[in-house]
């Protein structure tokens, strides 16, 4: 499953996703950390068709799993050239205009 939770700040729609087994990890890798937060990410359980339905309604996307972030470029929402490898973990930052 992915953990889905929207962020509302100002006009932007905030969509931070991640695999739900790496809920909580910390992961580091050349210089980088990223903590996988409960506050941040810890959001409802969904399917990988309801991830990408939750995307259509976001200005922001932060996804973070290896899972989450190969659904998002298969579906064409991220380009493989900014996904970033933490660790062994991928991460990906979108701004939809």
């Known amino acids: 499953m992915i953990l889905c939770k929207i962020h509302v700040h100002e006009k932007d729609r905030i969509l931070a996703a991640c695999d739900q087994e790496i809920l909580g990890m910390t992961f580091r890798g050349d210089g980088v950390k990223i903590k996988v937060s409960e506050i941040f ?8 068709d309801t991830f990408i339905e939750r ?12 899972r989450v972030v190969e659904r998002a470029v298969k579906e064409g929402l ?3 050239q900014s ?3 933490i660790g062994e973990v991928k991460h990906a930052q979108v701004v939809i205009m």
Request: charged share 15%; proline share 4%.
């Open 41 to 48: 990410y810890g959001g409802e359980p969904v399917s990988e």
């Open 55 to 66: 995307t259509k309604s976001v200005t922001i996307m932060n996804l973070v799993g290896n």
């Open 78 to 80: 991220v380009s493989e």
């Open 83 to 85: 996904v970033m490898v």
